[in-house]
Structure formats: structure tokens, C-alpha cells
């Protein structure tokens, strides 16, 4: 299986420190959060990576280079300009290949292990899906979450698609299939939401809730509470 990190983005919320360094190198205890991503990927057996970026990209490629030292083979998918989700994912799909491929978002921190990704794609397999999301609890700046987990795994936009449903947040961890971004073109901005929105209403998107420790690391508050969780973690051992 092969996995793409999306990287491009500029960062905004986070200035000034994105002003001279791309988002994914931000340390967080003591190393780039784009690493941690790599080493669990690494841990988990996946060894081919995507790596898209836009904004002071050439840092990113300079910072981790072919990925050897994670044990990693790693790929660049450069942006001119930040493509939005999908449009990023479908200029890079020459890259990722002809099979279902794990996505997470450069700016989060999750414990989720995608060792659990391979079962996750025979299960698109098995029941004919287009993608599956990792849903996580509402964050207290997303209070709304973003779409309605079944009892019966798949994901829906509208209540009425599922009545039994609850709102979760998506946590920028998902796998997809290629024949998501079938018409998206390359090399042209596009978001990933009305795709899935799409999907959704073909009962095609599938998703799992997970709850314990997801931050989506987009403002300097939450860059400062996950080092201190991290402190505290590391004072504990």
C-alpha cells in the first residue's frame, strides 16, 4: 500500500511561524510533525509516500530527502500554487498507483495506527466503496462536525440518510480509491468534500470513530497544548 501526506498548504493561522517554514516542519517535542507521521507509517510496513507542498516546499524536500533514514521511499507532488485536497491527490495519482491508498493531512496528530489500514481496504473491497474516514469527536472549534456516522459503517451527509446517525468531525485520516478523483484534472484546485459528498449519496463512503487522542494542529494555542501533552507524557515514563 502507498500513502500520501498532504503538505501544501500555507499555513495562515499559524503565522508568523509558517512566515519562514512550511507547516509540516513546525517541531513538535523535538522533531518536524510531518516525522511523526513518517515514522508511524514506517512502523506500520507502508514504505512508499507521497508527499505533496506548495509554500517553501523546497524545505520539505531539503529536510527529508529520499526518506532512507525512516526507512521510507519517498515522492514529491509540487504545487505551484496549493491545490486544495483533491485537487492535490489527483495531481498526484501517477504516483500512488492503480490500488486504494491512505491519505492524513501534514497538520494533525493522531494516535490512530495505520497498521489497521489493510484490513480498512478489503473492507472497500467487500463492500464496493469509494473511500473510508476516520471520524473523531466534535473539537471545541468544530462543534458541528462534518458528517453522520451509521450504525451500519457508512457515512452520510444528510440525517435523513441515516437517522440513527451521529455528527462526527472527519479527521483528516482517510484511504481512497483512485476512481474518487476520476474526473477531477489535474493541476487545477478542487476540494475533497463534495467528492465524498458525492459518494455518500451512492452509499460508497465508509468510516470508523475514533476516540482518543486527535489534535488538528492549525493554530499556535493548539501547537503549544500538544507539546505540552507531549511533555507530560514524556515526564510520565
Given at each position: 500500500m502507498?500513502?500520501?501526506?498532504?503538505?501544501a498548504?500555507?499555513g495562515?493561522?499559524?503565522?508568523?511561524?509558517?512566515?519562514?517554514?512550511?507547516?509540516?516542519?513546525?517541531?513538535?517535542?523535538?522533531?518536524?510533525?510531518?516525522?511523526?507521521?513518517?515514522?508511524?507509517?514506517?512502523?506500520?510496513?507502508?514504505?512508499?509516500?507521497?508527499i505533496?507542498?506548495?509554500?517553501?516546499?523546497?524545505?520539505?524536500?531539503?529536510?527529508?530527502?529520499?526518506?532512507?533514514?525512516?526507512?521510507?521511499?519517498?515522492?514529491?507532488?509540487?504545487?505551484p500554487?496549493?491545490l486544495?485536497?483533491?485537487?492535490?491527490?489527483?495531481?498526484?495519482?501517477?504516483?500512488?498507483?492503480?490500488?486504494?491508498?491512505?491519505?492524513?493531512n501534514?497538520?494533525?496528530?493522531?494516535?490512530w495506527?495505520p497498521?489497521?489500514?489493510?484490513?480498512?481496504?478489503?473492507?472497500?473491497?467487500?463492500?464496493?466503496?469509494?473511500?473510508?474516514?476516520?471520524?473523531?469527536?466534535?473539537?471545541?472549534?468544530?462543534p458541528?462536525?462534518?458528517?453522520?456516522?451509521?450504525?451500519?459503517?457508512?457515512?452520510?451527509?444528510?440525517?435523513?440518510?441515516?437517522?440513527?446517525?451521529?455528527?462526527?468531525?472527519?479527521?483528516?485520516?482517510?484511504?481512497?480509491?483512485?476512481?474518487?478523483?476520476a474526473h477531477?484534472?489535474?493541476?487545477?484546485p478542487?476540494?475533497?468534500?463534495?467528492?465524498?459528498?458525492?459518494?455518500?449519496?451512492?452509499?460508497?463512503?465508509?468510516?470508523?470513530?475514533?476516540?482518543?487522542?486527535?489534535i488538528?494542529?492549525?493554530?499556535?494555542?493548539?501547537?503549544?497544548?500538544?507539546?505540552?501533552?507531549m511533555?507530560?507524557?514524556?515526564?510520565t515514563?
Amino acid at each position: 500500500m502507498r500513502a500520501m501526506i498532504l503538505a501544501a498548504g500555507r499555513g495562515e493561522r499559524m503565522r508568523p511561524l509558517t512566515d519562514q517554514m512550511p507547516k509540516p516542519l513546525i517541531p513538535v517535542a523535538g522533531k518536524p510533525l510531518i516525522q511523526w507521521h513518517l515514522e508511524k507509517l514506517a512502523q506500520a510496513g507502508i514504505r512508499d509516500v507521497v508527499i505533496n507542498h506548495a509554500w517553501l516546499g523546497n524545505m520539505i524536500e531539503e529536510a527529508l530527502g529520499s526518506g532512507q533514514q525512516f526507512g521510507l521511499r519517498l515522492q514529491y507532488s509540487a504545487e505551484p500554487q496549493a491545490l486544495e485536497t483533491a485537487g492535490g491527490i489527483a495531481t498526484a495519482l501517477p504516483l500512488l498507483g492503480e490500488h486504494p491508498f491512505l491519505v492524513l493531512n501534514g497538520d494533525i496528530w493522531c494516535d490512530w495506527d495505520p497498521a489497521q489500514a489493510a484490513s480498512l481496504v478489503q473492507q472497500l473491497a467487500l463492500r464496493q466503496c469509494l473511500a473510508w474516514l476516520l471520524m473523531v469527536p466534535n473539537p471545541a472549534q468544530h462543534p458541528q462536525g462534518d458528517f453522520l456516522l451509521g450504525t451500519d459503517g457508512l457515512v452520510h451527509d444528510q440525517p435523513s440518510q441515516s437517522p440513527n446517525g451521529f455528527k462526527h468531525t472527519f479527521a483528516g485520516i482517510g484511504l481512497y480509491h483512485p476512481k474518487l478523483f476520476a474526473h477531477i484534472p489535474t493541476h487545477q484546485p478542487a476540494k475533497l468534500a463534495p467528492l465524498l459528498r458525492q459518494a455518500m449519496t451512492h452509499d460508497s463512503v465508509l468510516g470508523s470513530l475514533h476516540q482518543t487522542e486527535w489534535i488538528d494542529v492549525g493554530t499556535p494555542e493548539r501547537l503549544a497544548a500538544l507539546e505540552g501533552k507531549m511533555a507530560a507524557r514524556h515526564q510520565t515514563k
